[in-house]
């Protein structure tokens, strides 16, 4: 350090210049690196996914029947992903809504802190972790609550999903609640109001937004789940009869494409299917992602 | 009812849940502590899978996720930190900038199946590394880029605007300003990244399946076109064996040791970071 | 602690390299869950006798066995993914087209019989033989009550398996003549016989598809009634070929196998060998 300290900087040897802008071109590869490794897996699924689209058209989206050889029909995966992931939703925003106002509003820092570390924990426990728990417990027991003919349904599949994405939404909405300027806090306290109505009143309003994007980046991480699902889901390829029935089994397209991938890997119209079931759960998935994020940075300029 | 009543009632109302909430932590460990202890006998550890997983330890096992792991962010590593360093000190373009965070969303977003069918296919079948551990770290490395990167970038724009102002008092040309105030200074942060990658990818099962894991036949990878055995999987095909009571015992057991794994990488991950954020305040 | 870490990294991330020069001959096999077990048990003599025959060489032979069905087995053996594969199933007429250019050969090494399974409260209950028929309507979604087959007052839980399973190729050909064949009454779809076992040992309603290995006190095989007569599932009604659902269980190479598969091959076929299938369950192939 001393020895560079040493020279102006309006005369480095060229030797220097040169080196830095070697080692400039070596991080901007490193960069490129980066980017290639996001867009070429989007260009790899759309290129893998082209015979499928060419075959069928639309009517990948809208088919019923996926029988290899015949038929590849995606609308049960579809419609399977969408209700697991909207069931999921639905039992956590109550309860993340709940308890992220709890922890933010109604804690001291010391035990907020115990908290959020515990959330923290509690969102990288692997997914084969959940299956397991899945599949030797949570599946028995809405079998036998129910009175099912099996526990393996979209109900099961959705519970857990609630289970896994928990901590995520409810860490991402605290910090949400949180970012909300103190100033909004004091005034209304000096209103008169009480710490539940400003809590209700005036925190929670100017955190929708960002609890909106936490929950949706947690559905985005729901929907793309595989393993868990896989176990408790039943893996059966039709739409529930009647549509609404969630104690039936179904498919998703991540368990999909992890029981069915290796019979086809590399080629044919098959696996062409099974691409195009994950060019579709990636648009999904993106889409969700970019909406929540929209929010969340919508709250942080507010 | 009266306001404040309510209010009182609402707010009891809403510990509850929180404690509901927390307590699931405990009961989730406690189930998987309950479940494996019986099973984890002295052994367990340093001994091999028998009779189809169903007796012996996971040795091998374990050896196998933490080669899959580590590979991956030894690989992953150098591409992140240059990443960053790329995006933080020489881009100057926002555009470019706001490119590279949507692609790091976008792949931080995407299902690790995908990571798994698409890496398989470009890394083991067009590249030529087959089903093997390269494969596995390779697909492993891009699926915790975003992971480290976060990290990097953090530590990276909470240094103090004094050290880089002072870098360039010096006439320190920007390579050496990386090389001797930004790395140096954000090194915990670096580590700590790499805890967090680690632990991302001791987690993963859906993203290796296909394409670096083998069932049997291999204790430790004697080449580069080698699979591994792995903890995930291992339980994987246990877990779907739920209906034999050792094969259950095993899975459970080897969940033990697969969630203190991960436990331990993310706490050390805390510790870095607050060790982190002790410089950045002094 | 940098350093530490750093050492701790590079010291995993080195340990497959030293050895890494020196190819050992691996053999990959991957297919059926059904040969799997013969195929894991081989797999570990074979490479035991192999060491003491060459305990001088430092070559030693691994044999990886991974499963993934009898679809994934024949699909990656023909695509030169693995070495062998392992089928439950013959090879079928669409596959056969496929991978012509791949000369699929098969060796057979052991007989097994797919049972028609059912929980064993059903079996308790007094259900011990189906016909062709109500197996038929029972995956066609006609029955849907074990009470209409003479049980009890239950639902039945059909279990199916993933259709590239050979498993259900065998079941479904010899019920609906057809291996590919639709089942609209089916309640759960599972993967692997364990997984199959699993659910089917787990509900008190359940049928499926198992093969003879798998079949326990939770999970009981019932018979095949034809007209008036019987014919159970026992090892004599699949040694005799009485029992109407029987399979062979193979091995597969593109081509014929040379060096240390055809010695692999060879050595499962000895008398050695099919002690092995009989310890996994099945019927030695003669």
Redo the contacts between chains.
């Keep these: ?1 001393k020895k ?2 040493t ?3 309006h005369n ?1 040897p060229k030797s ?2 040169n ?2 802008h070697g ?2 071109w ?6 490129l ?3 290639c ?6 260009l ?2 759309i290129f ?1 996914s082209y015979p499928i689209f060419k075959l069928h058209g639309f009517d990948f989206w809208l088919g019923q029947d996926w029988w290899v050889g015949e038929a590849y029909g995606a609308l049960p995966m579809l419609y399977g992903s969408t209700l697991v992931t909207a069931l999921a939703c639905l039992l956590v925003l109550p ?1 993340a809504l ?2 992220a ?3 933010s509003e ?2 001291t820092p010391t035990s907020r802190r115990c ?1 959020k ?6 969102a ?6 959940y ?3 899945g ?3 949570l599946s028995l027991w809405i079998k036998d609550v129910f009175g099912l003919l099996d526990g393996n349904t979209l109900a099961t599949a959705s519970c857990l999903l609630a ?1 896994m994405i ?1 901590p995520t939404v ?1 860490t991402l909405s605290e910090d949400a609640m949180r970012s909300v300027p103190a100033e909004y806090r004091d005034n209304a306290l000096g209103l008169g109001l ?4 400003t809590a209700t009143a005036v925190v929670l309003p100017q955190a929708l937004p960002g609890i909106m994007g936490a929950v949706l ?1 947690g559905i ?2 729901a ?5 868990a699902v896989m ?1 408790v889901v039943g893996s059966l390829d039709r739409i529930p009869d009647p549509w609404f029935n969630i104690f039936s089994s179904a498919q998703t397209i ?1 368990s999909k ?2 029981r069915e ?2 019979e086809a ?2 080629e044919g119209t098959h696996w062409s299917a ?2 195009a079931l ?1 060019l579709t ?2 648009i999904m ?2 889409l969700i ?2 909406i929540g ?1 929209r929010f969340l940075k919508r709250r942080s300029i507010s | 009812m009266n ?2 009543t309510f ?1 009182k009632g ?2 009891f ?3 509850i ?2 404690l509901l ?2 307590s ?2 405990l009961i ?1 460990l406690a ?2 502590f309950a ?1 494996g202890l019986p099973a984890l006998h002295s052994g367990f550890l340093i001994e091999a899978s028998e009779n ?1 997983g169903r007796e012996g330890g996971i040795i091998y096992q374990l ?1 196998g996720t ?2 899959l792991m ?2 991956a ?2 690989i992953s590593l ?6 960053v ?3 933080t ?3 100057k373009s926002e555009t470019g900038k706001e ?2 965070r949507q ?5 931080n ?7 798994g ?2 890496g ?3 890394f083991g ?1 067009y590249l030529e590394t ?2 093997s ?1 390269v494969t596995g770290s390779l697909i492993l490395a ?1 699926m915790i ?1 975003p992971t480290l ?1 976060v990290s990097i970038r953090e530590a990276i724009e909470a240094l103090p605007d004094q050290y880089k102002d002072a870098g360039m008092a ?7 300003q ?1 090389k ?1 105030i930004i790395i140096p200074q954000c ?1 915990y942060g670096i ?1 700590t990244g ?1 805890f967090l990658g680690l ?2 990818a ?5 993203a290796i ?2 394409a670096a894991t ?5 204790h ?5 076109s ?2 591994v055995p792995t903890l ?1 999987t291992h ?3 246990l ?6 009571p050792e ?2 015992a095993q ?2 057991s080897a ?1 033990l040791v ?2 203190s794994l ?2 331990f990488l ?2 050390m991950a ?1 510790i870095l970071r607050s060790r982190l954020k002790m410089e950045a305040e002094l | 602690m ?1 350093r530490m ?1 750093l050492f701790f ?2 010291a ?2 080195v ?2 390299f030293p ?2 020069a ?3 001959p ?1 053999i ?2 991957v297919g059926s869950t059904t040969v ?2 013969i195929a ?1 048990r081989a ?2 003599r074979f490479e035991k006798l192999q060491k003491i025959e060459k305990f001088k060489s430092s070559h030693r032979l ?6 993934g069905g009898s679809g994934v087995g024949i699909h990656s053996v023909a695509k030169g ?1 693995s070495d062998i594969g392992m089928a439950s199933r013959e090879i079928s007429p669409s596959e056969r087209k496929r991978f012509e250019g791949s000369h699929l050969k098969v060796h057979t090494v052991a007989v097994d019989a797919v049972a028609c399974v059912i929980s064993s409260e059903i079996y308790e209950a007094g259900i011990r033989d189906l016909t062709r028929q109500e197996i038929r309507d029972i995956y066609l979604g006609k029955i849907r009550n074990w009470k209409e087959v003479g049980g009890p007052d239950r639902k039945i839980v059909v279990v199916d398996k993933e259709r590239h399973r050979g498993t259900r190729h065998v079941f479904m050909n010899y019920i609906f003549g057809n291996p590919t064949a639709k089942t609209p009454g089916t309640i759960l779809v599972t ?2 016989n ?2 199959e ?2 659910k089917i ?2 509900s008190d309603s359940a049928i499926g598809m198992l093969s003879y290995a798998w079949i326990n006190d ?1 999970v009981r095989a019932i018979g095949i009634r034809d007209n008036k007569s019987i014919v159970n599932l026992t090892r004599e009604t699949i040694r005799k070929g009485n029992y109407p659902i029987v399979r062979n269980l193979s091995f597969i190479t593109a081509g014929e196998p040379n060096g240390e598969v055809k010695a692999f091959l060879e050595y499962l076929k000895s008398p050695e060998g099919q002690q092995l299938v009989e310890e996994s369950g099945y019927i030695p192939f003669t």
């Design positions: 350090m560079v300290a020279f102006p900087s480095k220097m210049e080196e830095s080692i400039m070596v991080f901007a590869g490193l960069n690196i980066f980017l490794c996001a867009g070429g897996l989007f790899f699924l893998e309860l709940a308890v106002i709890f922890i109604f804690l908290v570390a515990i959330l923290e924990l509690l990288g426990v692997p997914g084969i972790v299956g397991l728990l599949v030797s417990f289970i928990l409810l009480s710490k539940w109505q980046l985005g991480r929907m793309g789940e595989t393993i176990l991540p494409l992890g991938a290796a890997i590399g099974l691409m994950g759960l990636f998935v993106l992602n970019f994020n | 306001p404040a209010e609402m707010v109302f809403l510990t849940l929180t909430v927390s699931l932590l989730i189930t998987v479940k189809f050896m933490l080669i580590t590979g962010v030894l150098p591409v992140a930190l240059g990443s360093i790329y995006q000190q020489y881009l490119i590279c692609f790091a969303q976008m792949l977003a995407t299902p690790t199946i995908l990571f069918l698409v398989y296919l470009f079948v087959g089903v551990w891009v880029l990167q010096l006439g320190l040309s920007p390579w050496s990386i001797t090194y580590i790499v632990a991302r001791a987690g993963e099962t859906a399946m296909f083998t069932f049997s036949g291999i430790l990878p004697e080449s580069f080698d699979p995930q339980m994987l095909v877990t779907q064996e739920a209906a034999n094969a259950l899975a459970w969940g697969l969630l991960v436990f993310t706490v805390w | 940098f870490l990294l590079v995993i991330g340990i497959p050895v890494s020196d190819h050992s691996k990959e096999i799997l077990p894991s797999a570990e691994r044999i990886l066995v991974n499963a993914r993967g692997s364990n997984e076992q699993t040992a787990q939770e």
